[in-house]
């Protein structure tokens, strides 16, 4: 059991994290403290939300570009209709209309892929432009900073207040939670519905699960809702957070979020990924993120890191296959010495 | 008398104006095993397809446990209890032993909700029913193809199988797997379980099946007890030709002082130890040995795939360091591996580029751009040399049968002109009529002066090809025999002893 935690690579990526944080404290004796813990924990927030429905499309043996720009429309369009009738409320109602939209763009996404039969990645790349070109043209061309009044406050409503000598006032963000509260969804959902296990086995061996009497097209829609949905709250809270509602939110960030799913342990070939995995892979992203400006590395070697990472994390399962056949050979040997 | 489970009358079936079945009747009764055998095109797959509701017949009518359908659904097939095992296995390589095993079930009863325990609880009462002990918890893509073949029957037996169809059940087992396969095939019938092999293997077939049924163009030719069928017989039905395989000649290899190849303590860790032998001009020798005896390793080796850890290879009386496949290659050696179709063939490439990717560094103009004229001519000689059936060139190498596949990677290999040619299992999956094509291919090349070592488990074929066969045992060779000085009873003999004497 014991030995199984430490082969898997959950537990790599906390291995990692644990050492880069060890070394950037030796460095910068400022970043051990809880606001910085604070401080990652909200910057993952909004990554996490994406991640964890960008998990589902993985598993389901796919690649989802679409998703940011799903973002952009809920949230940007929330704005643009409440500006229409003079909303001053709480974020709750664009909690709600902007899930809306994300459902509606989930099921286009959906729709198309399962009546059409279109690859995955080809049918997102072509939903991702459209959708910002949507925003853009029919929505508007500029962020907006009109709040209604009872948003304002969104971006400081902590769960625990902190003061740091180098941070000042920081806190836990309420947007943790929404983020517990997916992650334990989608964990649920992946263990302990025939749908999750659904997932799984399509992207183990589409053939297979037909044959078996999986509803490919049904899962793979709801995958696509539970996409939308998540995208919707990362759309909404992250203009919460910035103060503004940009029509190009997230531009650019599909792949970033990518490479932090196949950090935490998904494999592009589907059929394999975990929620923890994931979530460890967006702190870890964002604490080399942190780390760099702390210890005065500049940004630009972010990229360059993160780059790096995923080398060795798309090399490790290949590796492990070639020692595994190697160690093959060996068993074989073995058995015959009986 | 044995209840009659399953009875097909008069199928006939048609794709497009051409006969895949013509008129075939055949039943089955509860707890017999009977084989199912023809060549490549001989219909069988069609039948299976047939029976398990994938296809409709044309004509005729299934019967099953009494019930009459003159067309059957998949569905209504599989409430029948007929259950086919494909060559893939149907398994999830990502999923777990347990899950694999009682997915199939939990999703007939429409359960949202997944119970591991009831999981695992079912997947271990499934493996007690076949008597196997299988991780619950292993990944399946890790296991052997023996342990996920006893996946897929173990899923057949949970959703209550009455016929389980297997499909070349035996390609890719060890004897001693097989031996554990038919046990359970035994007890299965003895539970009343009846089951249908489709099967290339003679030797299996009189083995197993209490009974044989032979199509050949789509008709049965044969339908006999297997006791009373010797493989002369098989042979003939299934090809409709007599395969000589007795007076074999051989042009005996010129002894030269020197070996085109020869071996001297190659040793490889954890493939094999102390290998030494040689390997003359005009001479097919033969390796043989239990998978895991460390023969395929051996093959690898030489061909630089596997660089061994020490010893010398010597060519042509020059020792030559291999240490990766460009050093064998341009050495003159030529290696046709064992899965061919995941490592000898660009599948869905055309049969002319597979045919002349190994040398296509030849066949260029003056301004290095691939001469396609130079290609074409290459690949239409071989095709013709090799009487690879196709239309043309162009099609995919997928498009093409199993026998005409391996000499397409023949083809491959050839056109390079090597003086030293591996074969590993080269009529592995290949049908009987092929199967003795490829032989003759072997020894012509041979007496053509190419010196072959072909590895293969298949006695007869060793038998019938071979000049010298070497038997390997845990990474050592044991024994050598002369082909003229012993028989296909003392190596089997010997092939399989090492087993017993292990157990």
């Known amino acids: 059991m014991f030995s199984k935690l430490i082969k898997s690579n959950e537990f790599l990526v906390l291995l990692i994290i644990i050492v880069l944080s060890i070394v950037i404290g030796l460095i910068n004796p400022a970043f051990f403290s809880v606001a910085t813990i604070y401080d990652i924990l909200r910057a993952s927030n909004v990554y996490n939300l994406m991640a964890f429905g960008l998990l589902l499309v993985v598993i389901l043996g796919g690649v989802d570009i679409s998703f940011v720009a799903i973002t952009a429309v809920a949230s940007y369009g929330t704005h643009m209709a409440m500006l229409k009738i003079d909303y001053q409320g709480g974020i709750w109602l664009y909690f709600l209309i902007g899930i809306a939209i994300g459902v509606i763009c989930g099921l286009l996404n959906g729709l198309l892929i399962t009546k059409f039969k279109l690859p995955i990645f080809d049918l997102t790349l072509a939903t991702q432009t459209m959708l910002y070109g949507f925003s853009l043209f029919f929505l508007g061309a500029t962020a907006n900073f009109d709040l209604p009044e009872g948003m304002v406050g969104y971006y400081g409503k902590y769960l625990a207040v902190t003061q740091d000598p180098f941070i000042g006032t920081t806190g836990l963000h309420i947007s943790v939670l929404y983020v517990l509260a997916a992650g334990i969804a989608i964990w649920w959902l992946l263990k302990y519905t025939m749908i999750g296990r659904g997932i799984y086995a399509i992207g183990g061996n589409r053939e297979v699960a037909k044959r078996s009497g999986f509803n490919i097209d049904k899962i793979t829609m709801i995958v696509f809702v539970i996409m939308g949905v998540l995208s919707a709250i990362a759309g909404v809270t992250q203009s919460g957070f910035q103060r503004n509602f940009s029509p190009t939110l997230f531009i650019g960030q599909n792949l970033n979020v990518l490479a932090s799913v196949i950090l935490g342990g998904a494999s592009i070939h589907g059929g394999k990924g975990t929620v923890i995995g994931t979530f460890l892979g967006v702190v870890l992203t964002q604490l080399i993120n942190r780390a760099l400006i702390l210890t005065g590395i500049p940004v630009e070697w972010q990229q360059f890191v993160i780059g790096v990472l995923l080398i060795i994390f798309i090399a490790i399962p290949a590796i492990r296959e070639e020692r595994n056949r190697k160690v093959g050979h060996t068993t074989e040997l073995i058995t015959e010495e009986e | ?503």
């Open chain 2, 1 to 503: 008398m044995a209840e009659e489970l399953l009875r097909v009358e008069h199928i006939s079936k048609n794709f497009a104006g051409v006969t895949a079945l013509d008129d075939v009747s055949f039943s089955i009764d509860k707890g017999e095993s009977m084989c199912l055998v023809g060549e490549n095109g001989s219909g069988k797959s069609t039948m299976i397809k047939i029976i398990s509701g994938v296809y409709t017949a044309d004509e005729g009518k299934i019967t099953i446990n009494g019930n009459q359908y003159k067309k059957i659904t998949p569905l209504e097939s599989m409430h029948e209890g007929i259950q086919v095992i494909y060559q893939d296995f149907g398994l999830f390589p990502n999923l777990t032993v347990a899950e694999n095993i009682s997915i199939s079930e939990l999703l007939s009863t429409g359960k949202k909700l997944v119970n591991w325990n009831q999981v695992r609880e079912l997947a271990q009462s499934g493996l007690d029913k076949i008597g196997v002990s299988i991780p619950l918890d292993a990944i399946a893509g890790t296991l052997s193809t023996a342990d996920r073949q006893l996946i897929a029957i173990t899923k057949a037996i949970l959703a209550d199988a009455r016929l389980i169809i297997m499909d070349e059940p035996t390609t890719a087992l060890t004897r001693r797997e097989i031996e554990a396969l038919f046990k359970i095939i035994q007890d299965l019938n003895e539970q009343g379980i009846a089951i249908i092999f489709v099967s290339h293997k003679l030797n299996e077939v009189r083995q197993i099946s209490q009974r044989t049924v032979i199509l050949r163009n789509g008709k049965k030719v044969l339908d006999q007890d297997a006791e009373k069928l010797d493989i002369k017989t098989i042979e003939y039905q299934m090809t409709g030709r007599e395969i000589d395989t007795s007076s074999i000649k051989y042009s005996h290899p010129a002894k030269t002082s020197q070996p085109l190849l020869k071996v001297e303590k190659l040793y490889l860790a954890n493939g094999f130890f102390d290998l030494s032998f040689e390997l003359y001009k005009n001479e097919v020798l033969g390796i043989t040995g239990l998978l895991g005896s460390g023969r395929t390793e051996l093959a690898l080796s030489l061909f630089g795939q596997l660089p061994a850890d020490s010893g010398k290879i010597i060519i042509d009386g020059e020792e030559v360091p291999i240490r990766n496949i460009f050093d064998a290659t341009s050495r003159g050696l030529g290696y046709v591996p064992e899965d061919r179709i995941r490592e000898g063939l660009f599948l869905p490439h055309s049969i002319t580029d597979n045919i002349a990717v190994s040398i296509i560094d030849t066949l260029t103009t003056t301004a290095s751009f691939i001469d396609s004229q130079a290609k074409e001519n290459l690949a239409e000689e071989w095709i013709e040399k090799l009487n690879v059936k196709t239309p043309t060139g162009d099609l995919p190498a997928q498009s093409l049968s199993g026998g005409n596949q391996q000499r397409l990677v023949l083809a491959k290999w050839l056109a390079h002109n090597p003086k030293i040619l591996i074969l590993n299992g080269p009529t592995v999956g290949v049908d009987v009529g092929s199967k003795s094509e490829i032989h003759e291919l072997i020894r012509s090349l041979a007496r053509k002066g190419m010196g072959i070592l072909m590895i293969s488990d298949d006695i007869p074929e060793l038998m019938q090809t071979c000049n010298r066969i070497l038997l390997m045992r845990r990474g050592k060779i044991v024994n050598e025999f002369i082909r003229e000085k012993t028989s296909e009873e003392e190596l089997t003999q010997e092939l399989v002893a090492i087993d017993i004497n292990n157990h």
